[in-house]
């Protein structure tokens, strides 16, 4: 990890822009990288590019790879969210950590690779506020959840054992969360949490990134509610997990993935009323159909999504699995007319948090 050129003071001004946008509009966050990616039909040999041609394991399905080997193609498709309305713009990094990265043998790539990630959307932010200086875009820096589970043993016949430590994983996310802050990210989006657990790991490692390059940036923190039951995968409620994570004062609190945003707004709804912050959304363009595809157009994804709006529940929406530029374009158009949550004052209480919310007296 190399000595930062950024400034602090860069930094804070970006912030207070994000939050002036914030307070002004319902800001609209990107949609699918990897529904977009799947679009282009890549073999193995264009996963690869010329650098990684001889490669000792395969590495197609290693979308975040390609902001290495195919940069022109995830630079264009952060430019036709961008050109679609999105106000964030989120990095090819879903799975840039040591502990995804395994699984192709690339661990020693995992800081280039958030790098480069987030220069590439920032570039495409930047070439987009070139033309229209008025509307500020912001490069959410993504850190995803692994491909492993704190909380949860991975083997039915041994519950108390684990395949990952809390120290592995804050190792594995700051050296992310360094990566991102050097390409230029405006803010640091820890996203699709099942695990709590892994989710405060990731948070524990932003705190100390901040501390050791002196860039502190907003954080957004979004939760996946697994199924109908309304928990995540590691068994919490909304509030639950809210409570478990509000130490973090995260710029945005909300849910992402699993769920598509008819079977979401419950759940946003219970986050809503308990969060004395702003709350994010981006639900999956509908459940997936047996073929692994999603059927939910457009329009009828942003009807959802602006029946949220009208009732004051969001201040970021977006899309996650199966949403498309198009779809953001629909939900950026059916959300401009209204204004955002208003933050509650929730009274100050001792609030707790095992797998269900405990608030005292």
């Given at each position: ?14 912030t207070?822009?994000?939050?002036e946008?914030?307070a ?5 966050i990107d ?19 010329d ?12 979308n975040?790879?390609?902001?290495l ?13 961008i050109?679609?309305g ?5 990095t090819n ?7 995804s990265?395994a ?11 958030n790098?480069a990630a987030?220069?590439l ?10 033309k229209d ?6 490069v959410?820096?993504a850190v ?27 190792a ?11 390409g ?17 790991a ?10 050791e ?6 954080i ?17 409620t909304p509030t639950a997990?809210?409570?478990s ?6 710029f945005?609190?909300?849910l992402?993935?699993?769920l598509?945003?008819d079977?979401?707004?419950p759940h ?8 004395d912050?702003?709350v ?5 363009a ?22 949220w ?11 996650c699995?199966?949403s ?28 707790l948090s ?8």
């Open positions: 990890m190399t000595k930062l050129t950024r400034s602090m003071d860069d930094c804070r001004r970006t207070a822009r994000l939050h946008a914030a002004k509009r319902i800001l609209v949609g699918a990288m990897g529904t977009m990616i799947q679009q282009h039909k890549l073999g193995e040999a264009e996963y690869r590019g650098r990684f041609k001889d490669w000792h394991r395969d590495v197609k399905g290693n975040d790879l390609l902001v080997s195919q940069p022109k193609i995830i630079r264009d498709i952060h430019a036709q969210y050109a679609a999105a106000d964030l713009v989120e990094t879903f799975n840039a950590q040591v502990i990265m699984d192709y043998g690339m661990e020693a790539l995992s800081y280039e690779i790098v987030a220069q959307a920032r570039e495409a932010c930047d070439a987009a506020m070139a200086p008025s509307r500020p875009r912001f959410a820096g995803g959840p692994t491909n492993r589970t704190a909380s949860i043993s991975p083997d039915v016949n041994d519950p108390g054992f684990r395949n990952v430590t809390f120290d592995q994983l804050v594995a996310y700051k050296e992310q969360v360094w990566g991102l802050i050097e230029g990210s405006d803010l640091i989006l820890i996203e699709t949490i099942f695990d709590t657990l892994n989710a405060k990731a948070g524990v490692a932003t705190l100390q990134a901040f501390e390059t002196g860039i502190e940036l907003p957004i923190i979004s939760g996946t509610i697994t199924d109908r039951s309304g928990r995540t995968l590691s068994g919490q997990f809210w409570y994570m509000r130490h973090l004062r995260p945005a609190i909300g992402n993935c699993a598509g945003a079977l979401m707004r946003l709804a219970e986050i809503s009323s308990v969060a912050t702003l994010s959304a981006y639900p999956n509908g459940l997936p159909n047996a073929m692994g595809e999603y059927d939910e157009s457009p329009d009828d994804m942003a009807c959802q999504i602006e029946a709006a009208k009732d004051g529940l969001v201040n970021i929406v977006g899309g699995c199966g498309t530029p198009d779809h953001i374009r629909h939900v950026a158009e059916h959300v401009a007319k209204f204004a955002p949550r208003k933050v509650p004052t929730i009274a100050p209480k001792m609030r095992g797998l269900e919310a405990f608030v005292a007296g």
